[in-house]
Every structure is written in structure tokens, then in C-alpha cells.
């Protein structure tokens, strides 16, 4: 635990700068905007990639989702009033409807994390700072995603080594890219198969399987098969390779 703890340390320290971006960065009203830190740490169990953090939004000046603050954590499930309603987080939502209840998990035993650990800025969000004249900070825009990631690769390196998990359960396309040394582009979503194997980062391998966005699989459309999918390939394979690794154990 004390090593996890130095690394929460760690990252909420010197993730920032790590990457190339400014540790003074700060939301509208001058919060600051820093990494958002795994609250969910647990070891020997399934370890939940995410891409990037969201963000408390607000309303101001009949401007809605309007980037405030942190969340608390990946994931985490909270409330705030954003000046019109009451909010939620809906990622939390996600990942509880579609990963967690259905493989019978216990959050606090998986290991949580994103791999960007900080708030990314949509053309959306830089446009409605500039309306309201306050420049977004200088670098943590969406667009550099698959840039971040990368350079963030070494800090999902150290959380592997800790958490030593018998899954890593990848959210998107975009992070498998990232994970699999594929270029942005249609050539990452072919990553996305209910097929668990070993992923090698820095010498740890680790088996993995490169599942769809969360945000995709809660809108069921007649053209998006994603969402029957997930429940009729993913999850069972998930099931399997968990149930096989605690038979062996």
C-alpha cells in the first residue's frame, strides 16, 4: 500500500510535467486543473482503462457544459449543481452498467485509471471560453490525445507493475491505439475483438482485451451493433479468461 500511495503521489505531482504541459493550468474562475488520481486501486484483479478524464461542467452566461473543475476521480460517481440542475456523472453510469454489474465486480477491488489523467478540451469547450474571454489552458486540448497518450505511457507502466492484474480492460479505440502503436485512423477500431491477448509495455506483459467506449455502447441504434455486441462477445469472453485464471490460481 505504500507504494501505491507514492505513486498517487507521484502522479498528482508530476504527471503534468511528465507530459510537457503546465503545472499552473487552471479552469474558468481559476481552479486548477490537475490530474485526476485512481481511487480505485485494487491488486491482483481487473485493471479498467479509460482515455481521459471529464469534467465538472457548469452553465454561465447561458453557456452550457461549460468546463469548471475536476472530477474527483476515474469514473467516480458524483453530483454537483452546475447554476441550472443537478448533475451527474454519466462515465460512472457507463462503466457500472456495462463492465462492473455485469461481470459481477467489485469496484474497489479493480484498479480504475485513464490514460491521459487530465481534462482534455474540446473545440466545443476552447469556443465557449473564448466567448467568454477567458483563455483554456495551453496544451490540454482533445486533439493531442493520441500525443499525451503516448508520453503517458510510462506512468500506466508503473500502475501495471503494482497492481499486477489478470485483465486489462481497455475503453476505446483511441487508448487501444495508443496501447498497440497504431496511428489515429479507421485501422484502430479493428482492434476493438472479443479476444483476450497479452499487451507488452516496458517489459510487462499483461493479458488484454481492447473493448468499445462506453459512450458507444449506451446509444443502441439499428446501425450501431456495438451495444449487442459488447453484451453478447465481450462480456462472456471477459467471464471465460476471469474464470479460467481463478480456477488456476
Same mark, same amino acid.
Given at each position: 500500500?505504500?507504494?501505491?500511495?507514492?505513486?498517487?503521489?507521484?502522479?498528482?505531482?508530476?504527471?503534468?510535467?511528465?507530459?510537457?504541459?503546465?503545472? !499552473?493550468?487552471?479552469?474558468? *474562475?481559476? &481552479? $486548477? @486543473?490537475?490530474?485526476?488520481?485512481? +481511487?480505485?486501486?485494487? =491488486? #491482483?484483479? %481487473?485493471?479498467?482503462?479509460?482515455?481521459?478524464?471529464?469534467?465538472?461542467?457548469?452553465?454561465?452566461?447561458?453557456?452550457?457544459?461549460?468546463?469548471?473543475?475536476?472530477?474527483?476521480?476515474?469514473?467516480?460517481?458524483?453530483?454537483?449543481?452546475?447554476?441550472?440542475?443537478?448533475?451527474?456523472?454519466?462515465?460512472?453510469? !457507463?462503466?457500472?452498467?456495462? *463492465?462492473? &454489474? $455485469? @461481470?459481477?465486480?467489485?469496484?474497489? +477491488?479493480?484498479?480504475? =485509471? #485513464?490514460? %491521459?489523467?487530465?481534462?482534455?478540451?474540446?473545440?466545443?469547450?476552447?469556443?465557449?471560453?473564448?466567448?467568454?474571454?477567458?483563455?483554456?489552458?495551453?496544451?490540454?486540448?482533445?486533439?493531442?490525445?493520441?500525443?499525451?497518450?503516448?508520453?503517458?505511457?510510462?506512468?500506466?507502466?508503473?500502475?501495471?507493475?503494482?497492481?499486477?492484474?489478470?485483465?486489462?480492460?481497455?475503453?476505446?479505440?483511441?487508448?487501444?491505439?495508443? +496501447?498497440?502503436?497504431?496511428?489515429?485512423?479507421?485501422?484502430?477500431?479493428?482492434?476493438?475483438?472479443?479476444?483476450?491477448?497479452?499487451?507488452?509495455?516496458?517489459?510487462?506483459?499483461?493479458?488484454?482485451?481492447?473493448?468499445?467506449?462506453?459512450?458507444?455502447?449506451?446509444?443502441?441504434?439499428?446501425?450501431?451493433?456495438?451495444?449487442?455486441?459488447?453484451?453478447?462477445?465481450?462480456?462472456?469472453?471477459?467471464?471465460?479468461?476471469?474464470?479460467?485464471?481463478?480456477?488456476?490460481?
Amino acid at each position: 500500500m505504500v507504494d501505491i500511495e507514492k505513486l498517487l503521489q507521484s502522479i498528482y505531482r508530476d504527471y503534468a510535467r511528465s507530459i510537457g504541459l503546465s503545472e !499552473e493550468a487552471s479552469y474558468i *474562475f481559476g &481552479n $486548477p @486543473l490537475r490530474p485526476v488520481v485512481p +481511487l480505485d486501486h485494487g =491488486t #491482483d484483479s %481487473v485493471f479498467i482503462l479509460g482515455a481521459y478524464p471529464s469534467s465538472r461542467f457548469i452553465q454561465y452566461h447561458k453557456l452550457s457544459d461549460v468546463p469548471a473543475g475536476d472530477n474527483l476521480g476515474p469514473f467516480e460517481n458524483e453530483r454537483w449543481f452546475d447554476g441550472s440542475r443537478i448533475r451527474v456523472q454519466p462515465s460512472a453510469r !457507463e462503466l457500472n452498467d456495462f *463492465f462492473i &454489474n $455485469p @461481470l459481477k465486480l467489485a469496484r474497489e +477491488l479493480c484498479w480504475i =485509471t #485513464d490514460l %491521459v489523467k487530465v481534462f482534455l478540451f474540446k473545440e466545443g469547450h476552447i469556443d465557449r471560453y473564448n466567448k467568454l474571454g477567458v483563455k483554456p489552458p495551453v496544451g490540454y486540448e482533445r486533439s493531442r490525445f493520441h500525443e499525451l497518450g503516448v508520453l503517458s505511457l510510462p506512468w500506466i507502466r508503473k500502475e501495471l507493475a503494482l497492481a499486477r492484474p489478470k485483465l486489462l480492460v481497455t475503453l476505446g479505440a483511441e487508448v487501444a491505439g495508443v +496501447l498497440r502503436g497504431l496511428k489515429p485512423g479507421a485501422k484502430q477500431t479493428v482492434l476493438l475483438q472479443p479476444e483476450v491477448n497479452a499487451l507488452e509495455i516496458d517489459g510487462i506483459s499483461v493479458p488484454t482485451i481492447h473493448c468499445a467506449h462506453p459512450g458507444i455502447l449506451m446509444r443502441p441504434t439499428d446501425r450501431n451493433s456495438w451495444p449487442e455486441r459488447h453484451k453478447n462477445e465481450f462480456i462472456p469472453v471477459i467471464r471465460k479468461h476471469l474464470t479460467k485464471v481463478a480456477s488456476s490460481t
